[in-house]
């Protein structure tokens, strides 16, 4: 699976940004897609994901704020950030998770797109 992401940029606070993430190859596999965030000398964190059924989750600081979709017939996953923050500057990553079956045994694997910088600031 390899995942390509865009979208990121410079805002005001309060401004909104859309983030797409395109996959390709195997994409059958993927169970969830989602969008992870990292700054620098912290872990990368989960923002907010969607499973192959539609059904998402997100992190409470972006509750309200930001919202994931997904176009399957573009196989392609979506990061709507509006009332942008300060503290949402990040590099955000785009994530697929994959589950397959060989001889019986369940193998999972995470994949990750290059990722594309946030920044929020006046």
């Known amino acids: 699976v390899q995942l390509q992401a865009s979208g990121g940029g410079l805002v005001q606070p309060g401004g909104s940004l859309r983030l797409s993430c395109v996959a390709s190859g195997s994409v059958f596999r993927i169970n969830r897609l989602g969008w992870y965030r990292q700054v620098s000398g912290k872990q990368r964190e989960l923002v907010a994901a969607i499973t192959s059924g539609g059904t998402t989750t997100d992190a409470g600081s972006v509750k309200g704020r930001f919202t994931i979709s997904r176009d399957p017939a573009k196989n392609t996953v979506y990061l709507q950030m509006n009332s942008l923050k300060p503290e949402d500057t990040a590099v955000y990553y785009c994530?697929?998770?994959?589950?397959?079956?060989?001889?019986?045994?369940?193998?999972?694997?995470?994949?990750w797109g290059k990722g594309t910088q946030v920044t929020v600031s006046s």
């Open positions: 994530n697929a998770y994959t589950i397959t079956y060989y001889s019986g045994s369940k193998i999972e694997r995470d994949y």
